[in-house]
């Protein structure tokens, strides 16, 4: 009998990781979700700053009304733009059937204190530290970009007790999964210079 190394069973988690669009809507529990922030946080950052700050949100009529915040302002900002990319937006925002955070109890938003440093991209590691801790747990984890707009105005950012001089970067929900997630194949590394 072979033992995985721990370099083998991360990179199984590494590799099995997708974006689920489909989540059974219960919550998770408190433990789990501080486990999951205890990973975010456990990423690199720069100058040791660890810019990162979390609102999480469970309750399904403030993640509705946040979903229809953020439909709304998606309509507002492409509206009357002619693009392949704007079309599909306006599609998708017009289907009543569709929902921002695909019916996951929990909504995870990291947030940068110093947006304008290298703190966003701090904010990012973090984000892919805690959605591949989700993976190795058995849960499901999307970033859900969509969001970060309305996030960002002043009533959602008042609402949520996000500070002025802060960001929301990376809303992810995560969850159980409600199905399987389709495998998307990824085209090989695009080298641009190797001397």
């Given at each position: 009998m072979t033992v995985a190394s721990?370099?083998?069973?991360?990179?199984?988690?590494?590799?099995?990781?997708?974006?689920?669009?489909?989540?059974k809507p219960k919550p998770l529990d408190q433990n789990t979700i501080r486990a999951l922030l205890?990973?975010?946080?456990?990423?690199?950052?720069?100058?040791?700053?660890?810019?990162w700050s979390f609102v999480v949100i469970q309750d399904k009529k403030l993640l509705d009304r946040l979903s229809e915040s953020a439909k709304e302002k998606i309509r507002h900002d492409y509206e009357g733009k002619e693009s392949v990319q704007a079309d599909h937006m306006l599609e998708m925002v017009n289907d009543e059937r569709f929902h921002l955070f695909y019916n996951a109890g929990t909504?995870?938003?990291?947030?940068?204190?110093?947006?304008?440093?290298?703190?966003?991209?701090?904010?990012?590691l973090a984000a892919e530290n805690l959605m591949l801790a989700a993976c190795a747990k058995g849960l499901?984890?999307?970033?859900?970009?969509?969001?970060?707009?309305?996030?960002?105005t002043p009533e959602?950012?008042?609402?949520?007790?996000?500070?002025?001089?802060?960001?929301?970067?990376?809303p992810l929900?995560?969850?159980?999964?409600?199905?399987?997630?389709?495998v998307v194949p990824r085209k090989p590394p695009e080298i641009l210079t190797w001397k």
């Open positions: 721990p370099a083998q069973n991360f990179l199984d988690v590494l590799y099995s990781r997708r974006s689920v669009r489909n989540f205890d990973a975010a946080i456990h990423a690199p950052t720069a100058m040791h700053e660890e810019p909504l995870i938003v990291i947030c940068c204190k110093n947006p304008g440093t290298t703190g966003v991209a701090d904010s990012w499901g984890s999307c970033v859900i970009g969509l969001a970060v707009g309305a996030l960002n959602w950012k008042e609402a949520l007790g996000i500070p002025a001089g802060s960001a929301a970067v990376a929900i995560v969850g159980e999964p409600d199905g399987e997630a389709s």
